[in-house]
């Protein structure tokens, strides 16, 4: 199974990977993003949901959305 | 609602602490208020607390799992309780009710097998020290006597000298089979030829009969081709022997090892993930025996199940007696049972279940016991509600090992108790008082304080 299936995500933002016994925190963007990853979207459409669903976000979202997914490389979970 | 936009971020939680969790914090709020339908509160109000309780009806199916998993596999199988997983009287005799035999490591475990009424020929006598009066009694009673060492063959010849008879014995294999640590320490080991050495020995001696092989890879072997590995040895050097020495076997003890349904630390996955079911074991068991096994030749094969029987069937109860927030942040719980109670604790992380729903958010915390001594700690850490004193925890699994290796260190050890069937709960082992402790104790006359 994909590693980040098998995390324990709840709404808080508190996340657990259960291979590593590693836990995180993500604040409330990071954890739309990792959800929506979690669903199998692309980083195009989770960039265009985040400029619908957050007050001013940014015209560089997806910039802020590779950089995330390469945050999430650094940790093993993709 | 639209919310405000931040910089995404996913922050590792590197408090040292934290990602040492071996479960997910939100399995970890587990309330259970009875055992086997008896209600935690009416357990401690009756018996104290700590409490260790014992449900005989998950010792009985476990058993009867086991037993149907390996003899619809291969009939000529036995069982011999491993006295030292667990020598209460009471459970003892509900694994013999269920058609075990005794396997005893020592002369105090083969006394305590006899005084429960096993006779000597259902006790197979295994362990590095025999004394030359317990091997004599063994072999006089019948027992099965598992050859350790050189010097036991000696002191056994020396029994049969002096019974003057010739007498049947066992022998302890130790082998390679992939396990690590490899338990080097018991037995004659086969692949350095040791095994070999030992035979010629007996078979020179004329006095012994060698009539079975023993061999117990290790506790908690996860890997049930282990097993596989072993009987194929065993088998080898059972055919080996035969061919050589016209030496007809008619057992071969493979011994215990399987898990139990815990969670060892330093590992993350849970226990329904990292250990293989029984059926796994019996599979790799008996396939490889009829694999090894000439047409038709069915020795009587024996298993000694410890930890794989009776740990899912004990629990712990105890009580939070205080909590204080230690300087790195981190809430410590004292609760009234340590590690005095609970050997298992240095490699286990058990099952923590409250008595009662808490509120409140959950939070690193850890658990230490009343011992007053910086290694008695039973849960290094965890995320816990925030509990109150009087709050009791259930931990388990802790059949196994813990009332044979608790120690009487600065306090008594608690009653153990017994669910069986209709909710009825009896009392196997009394808690104990001062006259336990002094009983034995002697102060010379010079020495007295006199008022
Ligand atoms: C000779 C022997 N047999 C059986 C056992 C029981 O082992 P387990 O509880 O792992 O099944 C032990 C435990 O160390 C042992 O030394």
């Given at each position: 199974?994909?590693?980040?299936?098998?995390?324990?995500?709840?709404?808080?933002?508190?996340?657990?990977?259960?291979?590593?016994?590693?836990?995180?925190?993500?604040?409330?963007?990071?954890?739309?993003?990792?959800?929506?990853?979690?669903?199998?979207?692309?980083?195009?459409?989770?960039?265009?949901?985040?400029?619908?669903?957050?007050?001013?976000?940014?015209?560089?979202?997806?910039?802020?959305?590779?950089?995330?997914?390469?945050?999430?490389?650094?940790?093993?979970?993709? | 609602?639209?919310?405000?936009?931040?910089?995404?971020?996913?922050?590792?939680?590197?408090?040292?602490?934290?990602?040492?969790?071996?479960?997910?914090?939100?399995?970890?709020?587990?309330?259970?208020?009875?055992?086997?339908?008896?209600?935690?509160?009416?357990?401690?109000?009756?018996?104290?607390?700590?409490?260790?309780?014992?449900?005989?009806?998950?010792?009985?199916?476990?058993?009867?799992?086991?037993?149907?998993?390996?003899?619809?596999?291969?009939?000529?199988?036995?069982?011999?309780?491993?006295?030292?997983?667990?020598?209460?009287?009471?459970?003892?005799?509900?694994?013999?009710?269920?058609?075990?035999?005794?396997?005893?490591?020592?002369?105090?475990?083969?006394?305590?097998?006899?005084?429960?009424?096993?006779?000597?020929?259902?006790?197979?006598?295994?362990?590095?020290?025999?004394?030359?009066?317990?091997?004599?009694?063994?072999?006089?009673?019948?027992?099965?006597?598992?050859?350790?060492?050189?010097?036991?063959?000696?002191?056994?010849?020396?029994?049969?000298?002096?019974?003057?008879?010739?007498?049947?014995?066992?022998?302890?294999?130790?082998?390679?089979?992939?396990?690590?640590?490899?338990?080097?320490?018991?037995?004659?080991?086969?692949?350095?030829?040791?095994?070999?050495?030992?035979?010629?020995?007996?078979?020179?001696?004329?006095?012994?009969?060698?009539?079975?092989?023993?061999?117990?890879?290790?506790?908690?072997?996860?890997?049930?081709?282990?097993?596989?590995?072993?009987?194929?040895?065993?088998?080898?050097?059972?055919?080996?022997?035969?061919?050589?020495?016209?030496?007809?076997?008619?057992?071969?003890?493979?011994?215990?090892?399987?898990?139990?349904?815990?969670?060892?630390?330093?590992?993350?996955?849970?226990?329904?993930?990292?250990?293989?079911?029984?059926?796994?074991?019996?599979?790799?068991?008996?396939?490889?025996?009829?694999?090894?096994?000439?047409?038709?030749h069915m020795p009587q094969v024996y298993?000694?199940?410890?930890?794989?029987?009776?740990?899912?069937?004990?629990?712990?109860?105890?009580?939070?007696v205080t909590s204080k927030r230690l300087?790195?942040?981190?809430?410590?719980?004292?609760?009234?049972?340590?590690?005095?109670?609970?050997?298992?604790?240095?490699?286990?992380?058990?099952?923590?279940?409250?008595?009662?729903e808490l509120q409140g958010t959950n939070?690193?915390?850890?658990?230490?016991?009343?011992?007053?001594?910086?290694?008695?700690?039973?849960?290094?850490?965890?995320?816990?509600?925030?509990?109150?004193?009087?709050?009791?925890?259930?931990?388990?699994?802790?059949?196994?090992?813990?009332?044979?290796?608790?120690?009487?260190?600065?306090?008594?050890?608690?009653?153990?108790?017994?669910?069986?069937?209709?909710?009825?709960?009896?009392?196997?082992?009394?808690?104990?008082?001062?006259?336990?402790?002094?009983?034995?104790?002697?102060?010379?006359?010079?020495?007295?304080?006199?008022?």
């Open positions: 199974m994909d590693r980040l299936q098998k995390l324990a995500v709840n709404s808080e933002g508190f996340v657990f990977d259960p291979t590593t016994g590693d836990s995180f925190t993500a604040n409330s963007t990071g954890l739309f993003i990792l959800n929506r990853l979690r669903e199998g979207k692309s980083a195009d459409e989770i960039a265009e949901e985040l400029k619908k669903d957050f007050e001013n976000a940014p015209e560089e979202v997806s910039k802020d959305v590779s950089d995330f997914v390469t945050h999430l490389h650094t940790y093993n979970l993709m | 609602m639209i919310k405000k936009y931040e910089k995404p971020v996913m922050l590792k939680i590197e408090t040292g602490m934290m990602n040492k969790f071996g479960s997910s914090p939100y399995y970890t709020r587990k309330v259970r208020t009875e055992i086997d339908g008896v209600k935690i509160d009416d357990l401690v109000n009756e018996h104290g607390s700590p409490l260790f309780v014992f449900s005989e009806s998950t010792l009985r199916q476990r058993y009867k799992q086991l037993y149907n998993v390996f003899s619809t596999r291969y009939p000529n199988i036995a069982f011999g309780w491993s006295y030292k997983t667990n020598y209460l009287p009471a459970i003892c005799n509900i694994l013999h009710q269920e058609g075990a035999i005794a396997e005893v490591v020592s002369e105090m475990e083969y006394d305590k097998a006899r005084l429960a009424g096993i006779p000597g020929d259902k006790i197979i006598f295994n362990g590095p020290y025999k004394s030359i009066s317990a091997l004599e009694k063994a072999v006089s009673e019948g027992a099965l006597v598992n050859i350790d060492h050189f010097d036991e063959i000696y002191d056994l010849e020396k029994v049969a000298k002096n019974l003057d008879r010739k007498i049947k014995v066992g022998m302890r294999l130790n082998m390679d089979t992939g396990i690590y640590p490899q338990w080097t320490r018991f037995g004659f080991n086969l692949e350095s030829g040791q095994a070999m050495d030992a035979v010629k020995r007996i078979v020179n001696g004329g006095k012994l009969i060698l009539n079975g092989l023993h061999c117990h890879v290790g506790t908690f072997i996860l890997d049930p081709n282990a097993y596989a590995l072993e009987v194929e040895k065993m088998t080898g050097l059972m055919y080996d022997l035969e061919s050589k020495f016209n030496i007809k076997l008619e057992y071969l003890d493979i011994g215990g090892g399987f898990p139990s349904k815990s969670k060892l630390k330093g590992t993350y996955q849970s226990p329904d993930t990292l250990i293989p079911s029984i059926d796994e074991y019996a599979e790799a068991i008996s396939t490889a025996l009829y694999r090894n096994l000439k047409g038709g298993l000694e199940t410890g930890r794989g029987i009776i740990d899912e069937a004990g629990f712990l109860i105890t009580s939070i300087p790195d942040g981190r809430k410590a719980y004292v609760a009234d049972a340590g590690i005095n109670l609970l050997y298992t604790a240095f490699w286990y992380k058990y099952t923590i279940e409250t008595d009662r939070e690193p915390s850890m658990i230490n016991g009343p011992l007053c001594m910086n290694i008695d700690v039973i849960e290094e850490g965890t995320l816990l509600p925030p509990m109150e004193k009087g709050v009791r925890l259930i931990l388990s699994p802790v059949g196994a090992y813990n009332v044979t290796q608790w120690m009487q260190f600065i306090e008594y050890r608690p009653a153990v108790v017994l669910i069986g069937p209709n909710k009825t709960v009896d009392l196997i082992r009394e808690r104990e008082d001062l006259s336990d402790i002094i009983r034995r104790e002697k102060v010379p006359e010079r020495l007295k304080i006199k008022a």
